[in-house]
């Protein structure tokens, strides 16, 4: 399967963390291995039609994706996951309405390292992995280009995504209060990041209008 872009997180910030999912996997509370970035074949960085899709972490479905502490393993496992379709959760409904098909998006997850329980890692176990997480989210947006980016994280960490976003040059746009629990934001480029709700429980009449106005961005 080949990428437009293999390994849009640098080999330093993938030593990094690999080094905290070692230690927090020591400790017992992380599953092993670290989430890489799902690249569909058809993403072509800089172009117009491609999206980058941020959520949580992996979740409890994580290890039967096959992540890996190679990061082109991982990667290979988590397009292979993200192209299979293996999951029909509202998370994955969400994605499918912003994008033709897959083979478009791109698909990361702010935590690259999960809880053996469900749900993200919080506290300190966020603290200890939480600046390689950082930095890898700002390397995916910069290699990747995405003409649009979505963070489906409710206010899962929002005050690091904006400190990304911030780094990058994006700024608030236009405040849209009919558009469900969504923030708006653009860079000089016209480039879209949109934070918004998890999908989840989302009634389908206030998450359809979020979805059409990001997937008719251009």
Not at 63 to 89: C, F, I
Not at 109 to 136: F, H, M
């Amino acid at each position: 399967m080949k990428h437009a872009c293999i390994s849009p997180i640098s080999d330093h910030t993938w030593r990094r963390l690999v080094s905290a999912s070692t230690t927090a996997a020591a400790v017992g509370w992380a599953s092993s291995g670290v989430f890489a970035t799902a690249i569909g074949p058809a993403f072509t960085p800089g172009s117009s039609d491609t999206l980058l899709y941020v959520g949580k972490s992996g979740g409890p479905l994580i290890d039967d994706v096959g992540v890996a502490q190679d990061q082109e393993v991982s990667r290979e496992a988590t397009t292979k996951w993200m192209l299979g379709k293996y999951n029909p959760s509202a998370f994955w409904v969400f994605a499918d309405l912003l994008v033709p098909h897959r083979e478009l998006l791109a698909w990361s997850n702010l935590a690259k390292i999960d809880t053996k329980e469900s749900g993200p890692p919080q506290g300190y176990r966020w603290t200890q992995i939480e600046e390689p997480c950082v930095a890898a989210l700002g390397e995916e947006m910069e290699s990747l280009k995405p003409r649009r980016v979505v963070f489906a994280t409710s206010k899962y960490q929002r005050d690091a995504i904006l400190r990304v976003l911030q780094d990058l040059g994006f700024t608030r746009h236009e405040v849209r209060p009919e558009l469900d629990d969504t923030e708006f934001f653009t860079d000089a480029d016209g480039r879209l990041a949109a934070i918004t709700r998890h999908p989840q429980g989302w009634r389908r009449e206030a998450r359809d209008p979020v979805a059409q106005y990001i997937r008719d961005w251009v």
